[in-house]
T-cell receptor, first 114, second 112 residues
Framework: EPEVTQTPSHQVTQMGQEVILRCVPI?????FYWYRQILGQKVEFLVS????????KSEIFDDQFSVERPDGSNFTLKIRSTKLEDSAMYFC????????????FGDGTRLSIL | GQQVMQIPQYQHVQEGEDFTTYCNSS?????IQWYKQRPGGHPVFLIQ?????EVKKQKRLTFQFGEAKKNSSLHITATQTTDVGTYFC????????????FGQGTTLQVKP
């Protein structure tokens, strides 16, 4: 069964540094998402992306965050200057449609900011 | 903004007992999705409910969507140790951007 893959599985970074989290969505999916989950808390929406542009973003997704689909397969989340409170599990998800279609999540990247 | 509340936060049951988790949205939803997350894992899609009053079953799991499309429930009959995990509901609003608003999750522990 096709899967969403994310790399790296764990990223440790000094505060203030830039990080790029990478995702390969399921190949025939057109809608892509980033969510984050702080340890022990609920999953929070960050951003949705379709047709090479952001469809919607949350308040968390400020100007330190950006997303990109640099080629036909990868979908990346960049945090320009990381803060301690950015420490969380970041999940990428993709779906075939945007409304009545399930979203398939990757295994996540655990981001630890020191 | 739109909020999805889920209760209870934790539930400990004896194997064989039933389990129910409830979700309530502050706004009418276009659909609601349910996910299961095992410790250290990622959310795994279980089911999607779209129609008002819809009921769907997956073996021992029964999912309901309220008539007003603002509340939902998941009921597990005769729990097994393999049911352990956190169950999240996630509501999709009418904005048509695919954004899911997750509830806080209910963590189920099953004692053998």
């Amino acid at each position: 069964e096709p899967e969403v893959t994310q790399t790296p599985s764990h990223q440790v970074t000094q505060m203030g540094q830039e990080v790029i989290l990478r995702c390969v969505p399921i190949s025939n999916h057109l809608y892509f998402y980033w969510y984050r989950q702080i340890l022990g808390q609920k999953v929070e929406f960050l951003v949705s992306f379709y047709n090479n542009e952001i469809s919607e973003k949350s308040e968390i997704f400020d100007d330190q965050f950006s997303v990109e689909r640099p080629d036909g397969s990868n979908f990346t989340l960049k945090i320009r200057s990381t803060k301690l409170e950015d420490s969380a599990m970041y999940f990428c998800a993709s779906s075939a449609g945007k409304s009545n279609q399930p979203q398939h999540f990757g295994d996540g990247t655990r981001l630890s900011i020191l | 903004g739109q909020q999805v509340m889920q209760i209870p936060q934790y539930q400990h049951v004896q194997e064989g007992e039933d389990f129910t988790t409830y979700c309530n949205s502050s706004t009418t939803l276009s659909n609601i999705q349910w996910y299961k997350q095992r410790p250290g894992g990622h959310p795994v899609f279980l089911i999607q409910l779209v129609k008002s009053g819809e009921v769907k079953k997956q073996k021992r799991l029964t999912f309901q969507f309220g008539e007003a499309k603002k509340n939902s429930s998941l009921h597990i009959t005769a729990t097994q140790t393999t049911d352990v995990g956190t169950y999240f509901c996630a509501g999709m609003g009418s904005g048509n951007t695919g954004k899911l608003i997750f509830g806080q999750g209910t963590t189920l522990q099953v004692k053998p």
